[in-house]
């Protein structure tokens, strides 16, 4: 049996504490189970017996000595067998998919008030990690701006006083212009948006999905037009 | 895009019938000249107050 004789180590052998950090040989007697006992002794404190095993502390010495060697290498398994399988899909259709396959066109970021929502984080097991808040997604193919309005008035009265006095005409030019008006409502039918040409805009990390047993892909991007 | 042009108007007479009060009438619209749409960018823009659209049979 050979144990490193390098390193600290404390014994205690009747009583009286021996410490030593270099490779002499330590004040006790040397035999196969002290080896052990010094092999095994980083792992906790031992009793008297343990260092010195006799005739009445055997049976201490040898359950130690199982010990120790299952925490050591011999009989502890410190190979795993089996195997264990973790898996990282996701249900179709779950916001979860929506998140490891972002689909249904160009996402930019949200408002900041949008982002304060913390639903939805996914989680890989490379460190991969998507942006912690929610991401809006438009499904017409189209970026999504922001609605812009200018307007501009121009204005004029007449109110005679030498003749038809108390008459009063005022009229108002106005000229509104809009920008990003949101207009193609997808082509609305008696059926359900059943499709994502169908769905204008939804947040990545709300349940959007088909119902349950509908889905007809894996990413979601479809659903059976039924109710 | 969408841009909407038009006039605003109004007319009222103001009239003081004594001890019957004072009194107004009037009367006010709206007149639309134009009703400006570009739906895709690249294409004429319309508008909708003048433009032909197709005859519907009766």
């Not at chain 1, 359900?192 to 959007?208: N, Q």
């Not at chain 2, 605003?8 to 001890?19: I, L, N």
């Amino acid at each position: 049996m050979h144990c490193p004789a390098s390193g600290a180590w404390n014994s205690k052998v009747r009583g009286v504490t021996t410490s030593t950090a270099t490779s002499a040989a330590p004040a006790i007697r040397r035999s196969p189970s002290t080896e052990c006992v010094r092999r095994c002794r980083p792992h906790g404190p031992w009793l008297l017996g343990d260092i010195v095993p006799r005739a009445g502390l055997r049976r201490t010495f040898t359950a130690r000595q199982q010990q120790c060697s299952g925490l050591e290498h011999p009989t502890f398994p410190t190979t795993v067998s089996q195997a264990i399988t973790i898996t990282c899909n996701a249900d179709p259709g779950s916001a979860a998919t929506s998140c490891r396959i972002p689909r249904l066109g160009p996402p930019f970021r949200a408002p900041r008030l949008l982002r304060r929502s913390s639903a939805s984080r996914c989680s890989f097991g490379d460190n991969r990690q998507l942006r912690p808040f929610p991401r809006l997604r438009q499904s017409i193919g189209q970026r999504l701006v922001r609605r812009r309005r200018q307007t501009g008035a121009s204005a004029g009265e007449f109110a005679p006083t030498a003749f038809l006095r108390g008459l009063d005409i005022q009229a108002t030019w106005y000229q509104i212009k809009i920008n990003g008006v949101l207009q193609a409502f997808g082509n609305p039918t008696s059926t359900p948006s059943t499709t994502a040409a169908r769905i204008l805009l939804y947040r990545s990390d709300g349940p959007v999905r088909c119902r349950p047993g509908l889905q007809t892909t894996s990413d979601a991007t479809t659903c059976p037009n039924s109710s | 895009m969408a841009q909407d042009v038009g006039i605003d108007w109004t007319a009222s007479y103001d009239f003081d019938a004594g001890d019957f009060g004072a009194w107004n009438a009037g009367i006010v619209g709206t007149y639309y000249l134009h009703d400006y749409q570009l739906t895709v960018v690249g294409t004429p823009i319309t508008d909708g107050f003048h433009s032909t659209v197709a005859s519907v049979a009766e």
